[in-house]
């Protein structure tokens, strides 16, 4: 997976590590950067959110602009008749760079928003109360910092669609960000009886609106066709949609003789075991989850949907010319869609 990021970023002209450079290198930032440091020594998430943007490769965090940078090159100029031709560089417009970083930053502001803790539930251990009350205020002016940042560099794009667009994008965010928190104080915690469709539905909103959503927009600013917008559209989806699967899978497939890895109730392999097995025998084997659920068919099938979703992804890059971006956009999915 690093590979594959290293040869797409070569492909867009510069590392996608700098994408909210300006952003991040601003004086507001560099103070708030100076308040953070101050949660040192407690168990605030914020801390560990702030580290990730730093040391993390691991994540690739920037993956979405990424992506948006890639799809923006594969399509390549549109044939209608732009006043700013001139404007591209590398075969991607400024107003798509832009774009690429306006993801991001919506991104990194939901993610420093997800970093509040329910003060209810602290332990002594996690540090001293006013640390961590004054880490969730951090936490929450930081993320509106940066979504500010995202919404004053989408209007400078003057574009009614595509703020309509990302718009729309913030508010699957919310709604996703919501339902999962309605409906649990803690992830791991046992949740209503979901099936793999209402799965798909809530994933899209959290995991997949922003990235499918950024594509289209990437298309809609080169002016290209409703049909190239909704190719790039469909890539982002169901990319971002083999993304999560994948990252499921891990606690799964992952050959390893260390203590067993966390994993979520609401994955999509216990999800589908629980379809396979039934909800009465899920009950019951709730304290052996992982074991159970290693040997039913809930991981086969998360692999076999985790490869249908990337195939409909590599599908709709067949509408894009052949090129290096297209083959590094290929090559992501192949990254998520490879196991053990």
Request: hydrophobic share 40%; glycine share 6%; net charge neutral.
């Amino acid at each position: 997976w690093s590979q594959v990021v290293s040869e797409a970023e070569k492909i867009v002209g510069y590392p996608t590590s700098f994408m909210s450079l300006r952003c991040l290198l601003s004086d507001e930032l560099s103070n708030i950067a100076m308040q953070v440091r101050k949660l040192v020594g407690t168990k605030h998430p914020l801390l560990d959110t702030a580290r990730g943007f730093v040391y993390d490769s691991r994540n690739n965090l920037q993956m979405r602009g990424l992506v948006v940078l890639l799809i923006s090159k594969a399509a390549g100029p549109s044939t209608a008749e732009l006043s700013f031709q001139h404007d591209m560089v590398s075969g991607i417009y400024s107003s798509q760079r832009s774009l690429a970083e306006i993801t991001e930053l919506i991104h990194t502001a939901f993610l420093v928003h997800r970093g509040i803790v329910n003060i209810g539930e602290l332990k002594s251990c996690d540090g001293p109360l006013k640390d961590m009350q004054f880490g969730n205020k951090m936490a929450v002016l930081s993320g509106d910092f940066l979504l500010a940042n995202a919404c004053t560099s989408l209007a400078q794009l003057q574009n009614t669609k595509v703020v309509e667009l990302i718009s729309s994008a913030i508010g699957d965010l919310v709604q996703g960000i919501y339902y999962e928190n309605s409906k649990s104080s803690e992830e791991n915690c046992l949740t209503d009886d979901i099936g793999i469709s209402r799965w798909k539905e809530q994933v899209f909103l959290r995991h997949s609106a922003l990235l499918a959503k950024s594509c289209q927009a990437a298309m809609e600013l080169a002016k290209h066709s409703a049909e190239i917008q909704d190719m790039a559209f469909q890539y982002g989806k169901h990319m971002s949609m083999s993304h999560k699967l994948h990252s499921d899978l891990q606690p799964f497939v992952k050959e390893t003789s260390s203590d067993a890895m966390a994993f979520s109730l609401n994955s999509a392999p216990a999800i589908l075991h629980q379809e396979f097995c039934g909800r009465e025998a899920w009950l019951k084997q709730i304290r052996e989850l992982q074991e159970a659920i290693k040997a039913g068919k809930g991981v086969t099938s998360a692999i076999d949907l985790c490869r249908c979703h990337g195939n409909r992804a590599l599908a709709a890059l067949e509408r894009f010319p052949p090129s290096e971006a297209r083959d590094a956009l290929a090559n992501i999915v192949y990254a998520v869609t490879r196991f053990p």
